[in-house]
């Protein structure tokens, strides 16, 4: 399949189902439980979820083990991290494509996003921002590794395949009415419940 940009190639093959195998552990869905417990003490029960770069959904297995009559949905460009959310059954939708590609009519009461807009090509970013305040009815939560300024890092000897940046502070300048309600830091040295180093932000639609 021929995509937009390298990055999509990238996360789309044999890289993408390395990492999808790395990342899925009865431990780490643990500890996006704990991390989950403290988004919906602010957001509420919740109809309908739809995440962005599911990978193999240990995102929305948290959620859905905090809410199980939510309505879960996925998009997921990785075949083999697809499988692994076919397997599991937890959702309603599975959107197997880049997410710069999603289209739908339907929206949700919460869009989300962990860990992927840093690998996103930084062009395409005003495009991901409109993605999730689109479908988006209320809530949209994001979770990544923050930066004041962008900057590029290098990710396990590649060049191009991770930024740092304001994502929050660039998605609410791009949507005024997107207002702050919750955010947060996790540590990888946390005693509890450690995750890999990331700033949350939790923001809701609002009339201004």
Same mark, same amino acid.
């Given at each position: 399949m021929a995509y937009k940009t390298e990055q999509e190639s990238f996360w789309a093959g044999e890289f993408g189902d390395e990492y999808s195998q790395r990342n899925n552990s009865e431990s780490l869905l643990v500890n996006k439980t704990a991390f989950f417990s403290k988004v919906l003490q602010r957001t509420g029960v919740l109809q309908s979820v739809l995440e962005l770069g599911s990978n193999v959904g240990l995102n929305l297995?948290? /959620?859905?083990?905090? #809410?199980?009559?939510?309505?879960?949905?996925a998009i997921e460009i990785n075949a083999f991290a697809k499988e692994q959310l076919e397997k599991w059954g937890g959702c309603k939708e599975i959107f197997h494509q880049s997410a710069l590609e999603?289209?739908?009519?339907?929206?949700?009461?919460?869009?989300? /996003?962990?860990?992927? #807009?840093?690998?996103?090509?930084?062009?395409?970013l005003p495009q991901m921002y409109q993605k999730l305040y689109d479908h988006s009815q209320r809530w949209v939560l994001l979770s990544e590794s923050y930066n004041p300024t962008p900057v590029e890092v290098k990710y396990r000897g590649n060049d191009g395949r991770y930024f740092k940046r304001d994502f929050a502070g660039e998605m609410m300048a791009q949507y005024p009415d997107l207002k702050l309600v919750d955010y947060g830091?996790?540590?990888?040295?946390?005693?509890?419940f450690p995750l890999d180093?990331?700033?949350w932000f939790l923001m809701e639609k609002r009339a201004n």
């Open positions: 297995q948290a /959620i859905n083990k905090l #809410l199980p009559n939510t309505e879960l949905s999603f289209t739908s009519d339907n929206c949700y009461e919460m869009t989300m /996003i962990l860990g992927v #807009l840093i690998h996103i090509n930084p062009q395409e830091f996790i540590y990888h040295g946390d005693p509890a180093d990331t700033t």
